[in-house]
Nanobody, 116 residues
Framework: QVQLVESGGGLVQAGGSLRLSCAVS????????MGWYRQAPGKQRELVAT???????RYAESVKGRFTISRDNAKNTVFLQMNSLNAEDTAVYYC??????????WGQGTQVTVSS
């Protein structure tokens, strides 16, 4: 099993920044990718960013140039640095871990609210 705990969400004004953290514990040896998803009210959960074991990153078009995913292997933590936030970024953000290409593990989510 893998446990994921997100933190760092909150209320921020448009144009501001937040950094989300995801602490990873448990059976992490076979994890081959980590990701951040988000779900806004009334919308489907969508991919925000992913990072592989070789530090290959991928971003949704809507966040490219504004968000950065990174990780600290020594601390078993994945980060999502979010800059130039706007109201459309308001959502619950979820950390996810993949083994064998499947997003099998999810955190409980952290709320990000951007006020305009």
């Amino acid at each position: 099993q893998v446990q994921l705990v997100e933190s760092g969400g909150g209320l921020v004004q448009a144009g501001g920044s937040l950094r989300l953290s995801c602490a990873v514990s448990g059976s992490i040896v076979s994890i081959n990718a980590m990701g951040w998803y988000r779900q806004a009210p009334g919308k489907q959960r969508e991919l925000v960013a992913t990072i592989t074991g070789w530090d290959i990153t991928r971003y949704a078009e809507s966040v490219k140039g504004r968000f950065t995913i990174s990780r600290d292997n020594a601390k078993n933590t994945v980060f999502l640095q979010m800059n130039s936030l706007n109201a459309e970024d308001t959502a619950v953000y979820y950390c996810a871990a993949a083994k064998l290409g499947q997003w099998d593990y999810w955190g409980q989510g952290t709320q990000v609210t951007v006020s305009s």
